[in-house]
């Protein structure tokens, strides 16, 4: 892409078009006056710990098992008897 002249408007805004808008970037100041844009994906805080290797691993797994054992009806009356059996 070559280079596009844009200028920073009064509120410190540029725009990168708006194929962009709505996308989340990141913004480094490598040095004064240079900027490096990249577009990026952020995982919210309450949700890291789904990408602890451990974590990662067992949702893999079961996210592996499911596909393999495709969901089906229960039988309700028999679950109620095996649990009433192991009381």
Do not use: C, Y
């Amino acid at each position: 892409m070559p280079a596009q002249v844009k200028t920073i408007g009064s509120s410190g805004q540029i725009s990168l078009g708006k194929e962009n808008a709505g996308r989340t970037v990141t913004v480094e100041e490598i040095e004064t006056g240079v900027w490096l844009v990249k577009t990026a994906q952020v995982i919210p805080d309450t949700e890291l710990w789904l990408h602890e290797p451990g974590v990662k691993r067992d949702l893999d797994r079961a996210i592996a098992w499911a596909e393999q054992n495709p969901a089906k009806a229960t039988n309700l009356s028999g679950f109620e008897k095996r649990i009433q059996r192991r009381r």
